[in-house]
């Protein structure tokens, strides 16, 4: 019988143990018990601005190309070119913050006219400058000065908004671009009975910028020592059109209400 006392606090144990889980589970079924709130009726619309601003920066990508079949030679011959470019440059008024070297590069030339592709007959060596300058600037002098003293080639002429004036043009044309699409919701709530109450989302990462124009002049590839001929080369800078797309979603709500 000494054996059923001990036994008998330990079937307790085990009867009153579910009791208490099962208890505890009550609970957390009744935490779980929320409401969820009435996602609020939305309209979504797009406002766009836009303005034609003049170029306040120019960039003028200007290079010395030649090739020989040795290629330090051919990197001397190019250096001592460009050299005389920057120099003349300077000396027209271009400092150091003008001029900067974008690109420099030695190509080796194979033999593919008798198919021996291991072999290497020549090196092209090509030093790359850009010329940074205001937009009001004599660009034709100074792409003439360039040519007149070794440059081969004028890859091309970028006539571009700078950031200072792109981000203070851009805070004006974000609120005529958010009105523009105000206006839009308003028109929608006249015509579908509804109000404008307040703004859920504005994403002002859309798309949105310009296309500066851009001038090729393959016609200033050939011989380095080839002097360019008078007059002067003719550049007139463009303007810009700068674009702003702003997607916006209105709480819309009852006329009545």
């Known amino acids: 019988m000494e054996f059923n006392r001990k036994l008998f606090p330990m079937l307790t144990l085990i009867v009153i143990l579910p009791l208490s889980v ?7 079924v009744d ?89 290497i007959i020549s090196y092209t060596a ?21 040519v007149n003293n070794g440059a081969n080639r004028v890859e091309n002429i970028d006539f571009v ?13 974000l609120k005529e671009a958010f009105r523009n699409a105000k206006q839009k919701a308003e028109v929608l709530a006249t015509e579908g009975n509804f109000t404008i109450a307040g703004v859920k989302k504005i994403d002002t990462n859309s798309a949105g910028g310009y296309s500066p124009p851009t001038y090729f002049y393959d016609n200033y590839a050939g011989d380095a020592a080839e002097k360019m001929p008078a007059p002067s080369t003719q550049i007139i800078p463009q303007k810009n059109k700068v674009t702003i797309t702003l997607p916006v979603v209105f709480y819309i709500g009852d006329q009545t209400g």
């Open 22 to 28: 099962l208890t505890s589970n009550i609970s957390i």
């Open 31 to 119: 935490a779980q018990n929320f409401v969820i709130p009435e996602e609020k009726p939305t309209i979504s619309t797009s406002g766009s601005a836009e303005k034609e601003i003049p170029s306040d920066e120019s960039r003028i990508s200007l290079a010395v190309e030649n090739t020989n079949a040795n290629a330090n030679t051919a990197r001397k011959n190019n250096a001592d070119k460009m050299n005389t470019i920057i120099d003349v440059l300077r000396k027209a008024g271009l400092t150091d913050d003008n001029v900067t070297t974008s690109n420099f590069q030695i190509t080796p030339n194979y033999d593919y006219e008798t198919s021996n592709y291991d072999r």
């Open 126 to 146: 090509m030093n790359k400058i850009e010329l940074k300058t205001s937009a009001n600037a004599n660009i034709s002098k100074f792409i003439d000065i360039a």
């Open 161 to 173: 908004i700078s950031k200072k004036t792109l981000d203070e043009n851009s805070m004006e044309l």
